[in-house]
């Protein structure tokens, strides 16, 4: 017979993943849990492709994502992660990435799908060591639209900082509770996104960036102090996404996305 009190002893996913890379070469892996890193084999720059094999994220799930490199790096994760309904608390996600002199991350996660009843807590920091520089993406989508998914009632904090010779240099917290405060925060979207270009002389791109701001989304860039940054508001994961993909064009100088991110 069912015993009500069995969700008090389910089993909650843990999982951490980190990476280290020296002069190009990986000299570092540990994964444990839940949290894998996979290392597709390409030509150029590495690439390190987290993944979290519990399926998505619910009360009391832990998750940590880790990198630390010298020089050109690109972070991604193999698919949209997905926090469903949690009524026992938050799941909690925490990623470092640690660049240093001289080196370069593009931090380009997939989307994070939010389902109706989800309780987030995410913080993404990146640190960068002096004359490094990265791109940070973080993108969220408010339920699948095409299965007639609704969120009405959620709990997302996330916080995002990127840091340069441990001084912060940009620091978002971004808070979310359905259903009160969404409309004045987000309108209509159910999709929305934010890239910043961290970098000396970064602020030159938003010329460019704001030319690739297509219809179908609303959008706007602003640039000071070497930085760029890109907030973009769409009714739906779709358009949001195939803007993500022409600012990574700009963004990125032409480089193409992150193979998962072509699939």
Request: aromatic residues 6%.
């Amino acid at each position: 017979m069912f015993d009500s009190s069995c969700h008090s002893r389910m089993q909650r996913a843990q999982g951490e993943a980190a990476v280290l890379f020296e002069a190009g070469r990986l000299r570092g892996l540990r994964q444990q849990g839940c949290a894998k890193a996979l290392l597709p084999r390409v030509r150029g720059v590495p690439e390190v492709v987290f993944l979290n094999t519990s399926g998505g994220l619910t009360s009391g799930d832990r998750l940590a994502y880790a990198t630390r490199t010298d020089g050109p790096l690109i972070a991604t994760t193999q698919a949209a992660e997905r926090a469903y309904r949690a009524d026992q608390g938050a799941a909690r996600v925490t990623v470092r990435h640690e660049v240093g002199a001289g080196g370069w991350l593009d931090w380009l996660p997939q989307e994070t799908i939010l389902f109706d009843r989800a309780d987030l807590d995410r913080e993404t920091v990146i640190a960068l060591a002096p004359g490094a520089g990265c791109l940070m993406l973080e993108a969220v989508v408010l339920g699948r639209a095409a299965m007639g998914e609704r969120v009405r009632t959620l709990r997302f904090r996330d916080r995002r900082r990127i840091e340069r010779a441990g001084r912060p240099v940009f620091y978002e917290p971004f808070a979310l509770d359905a259903p009160r405060p969404r409309r004045a925060i987000l309108g209509e979207a159910r999709a929305f996104a934010t890239l910043v270009l961290c970098a000396q002389g970064a602020e030159d791109a938003v010329q460019a960036v704001r030319a690739a701001l297509g219809d179908g989304v609303e959008a706007a860039a602003s640039g000071w102090d070497g930085k760029c940054v890109v907030r973009v508001l769409a009714a739906d994961g779709w358009p949001l996404r195939q803007q993500i993909l022409r600012l990574m064009e700009v963004m990125r100088r032409g480089a193409a996305p992150p193979r998962v991110w072509q699939l």
